[in-house]
Structures are given as C-alpha cells and as structure tokens.
C-alpha cells in the first residue's frame, strides 16, 4: 500500500515524462497497453470483482420494486453508487463521497445510462405503478491508478451476471404483484443491448503525448485526462475529458480509434469470463 502515499519529486517527474518521449513507461509497458485485467464473481449473482493491475474494484447489483418516475411510467431505473475506502488510498476520507467518487460515479453513469445499454422497459411490471430499480454499488478497495476503466468493467460485470426474481400481476383488480422465489421460478437476467466500455487515456506534456490505462504514478504527473466510452460497434457513448490542456482533435480522433479496439477487446473479454464463470456453469448443469 506504500505507492498511494506516493507523491512524485521533481527528479520522478522528469524521469517519468523523459521516458514517455522514448515510448517507455514505468512498468514496461508501450503507450496503447492496458495493464492486466482479472474478472471474477462472487457466489450471488451480480457481485463481480476486478484486476486491473494493481487497481482493484468490486461490484454488486441488487434491485428492488418501486413506483416509476413520473414521466417514465414503464420504465425502471438504473443507479450507480461508489464507495471509496480509506485502505484503497489515504487520501479518501471515510464518510462524505469526496469529488473523485462522484466523478467517478457520473462517468460511470452517463456512460451506462445515457447510451441505454440496459432494457428500461424490460424493469417494468405495472407501468406507472410498480418497475425494478437497479442499484450498482462499487467498491472502491486498491487505487493502482485508471479507477473509471477498472470500475466500469465491474459494473457491466456484475449487470451481466444479475438475475432479477420473476414477477406475476393477478389479485382481483389485476394490479397485485406476485414476485416469485428463485427456487419456485428462475430469476430473469437483464436484457443488455450493448456494452459502453469506458477507456481513459492520459495526456503528457503539451498534450502530444498520449498513454492509455494510467497508473497512479501516471496519474501524479499527468497534465489532463480524457475518458472515451465507446462499445464494441465502435458507437461512441459519451466522452469526459478531465483537466488540464486542450488537446488537439487529431489526438482525440486517435483516442477514439484506439478506445474503438481495445472496447471490442474487453467486450470479448468480460463475456468470455461471464461464460466460463464456475457458478453459472454449475447453475446450467443443475437443470
């Protein structure tokens, strides 16, 4: 846990950025590579944890029966909710999110939400009167750096692997809910349309040098940050740039189309893990 105290000297920072002139990164890596990435799941559905090098995250998707917005009668809702721990960093403080969380939260978001990669009308039951309403809690435990990517794989994780109970109307007036146990009717999966993958890229220098999957020693001595979320169709879901100088739109241009491969890549990467997950081959035997 020593690095997340870590703090770069000026002698760091001038190593760290003279070697990114040279296409070198601190941990070996070139620019447009991701660090090694571990998915696995808990024994429930819909708890996911993740490896993204040293940074380590986990996700859990629980949903209940509420009244829907207004506006959207026959549609659920889908929530982000993120916790930092002390342990992940000390520089988080326990209680009150802090403006990382919440950044983190809102990228997260706009990213899963904005680009409906979720069936909202699927969530609903009665319209106006009773719809599912996911939450997505992700738990912040290790900050290796790039806590977005790391955080938005565990949530499109865990979303894959969530099976809601299944529900019947009935009752007299036809309005009542019956929501049924998962041993007397199978739980429903989520129907996902698409999966926004979000990748951050940071910018050094005058914004002419770019690296993907920054560590936190990156993230120290960067001088801005943009994250592209994008799926594996290579639509682009929403773009956040955090910080720092303008870049040039032919730098952004080539984010995008690296963020367009790797996407494809962590797609195949998340369902090939989804697929061959011990607990949901079990479940599939069972029957």
Avoid at 71 to 96: C, K, Q, V, Y
Avoid at 115 to 132: I, P, T
Avoid at 219 to 224: I, T
Wanted: glycine share 8%.
């Amino acid at each position: 846990m020593e690095h997340l105290r870590w703090r770069p000297s000026v002698n760091e920072r001038e190593f760290i950025e003279s070697a990114l002139q040279s296409d070198l990164r601190v941990d070996g890596r070139h620019s447009f590579d991701f660090r090694k990435l571990k998915i696995s799941f808990g024994r429930e559905d819909g708890s996911s944890e993740v490896q993204l090098g040293e940074t380590h995250v986990l996700g859990y998707v629980t949903a209940q029966l509420v009244q829907p917005y207004r506006d959207r009668a026959n549609e659920g809702t889908l929530a982000i909710f993120t916790e930092f721990s002390p342990m992940a960093d000390p520089a988080f403080e326990p209680g009150r999110p802090g403006e990382s969380a919440i950044e983190l939260g809102r990228v997260i978001d706009r990213g899963l939400r904005e680009s409906r990669a979720v069936d909202m009308e699927s969530l609903c039951v009665v319209a106006g009167k009773h719809v599912w309403s996911v939450r997505v809690d992700l738990h912040i435990l290790d900050n290796g750096g790039n806590l977005i990517d790391a955080a938005n794989i565990a949530a499109l994780a865990a979303l894959s692997t969530f099976r809601r109970p299944e529900c019947t109307v009935g009752g007299d007036d036809g309005q009542q809910v019956i929501v049924h146990d998962p041993e007397v009717r199978d739980p429903l999966p989520l129907t996902i349309h698409h999966m926004p993958i979000a990748v951050t890229f940071a910018y050094f220098g005058e914004g002419n040098i770019v690296v993907v999957d920054p560590t936190y020693k990156e993230e120290a001595v960067m001088g801005g940050r943009m994250t592209a979320t994008i799926n594996s169709n290579g639509d682009i879901c929403a773009i956040q740039k955090a910080g720092g100088e303008g870049v040039m739109s032919s730098v952004v241009m080539q984010c995008l189309r690296i963020a367009s491969v790797k996407a494809a890549d962590i797609t195949s990467k998340i369902k090939k893990a989804v697929s061959e997950d011990p607990q949901r081959l079990a479940k599939v035997s069972m029957f």
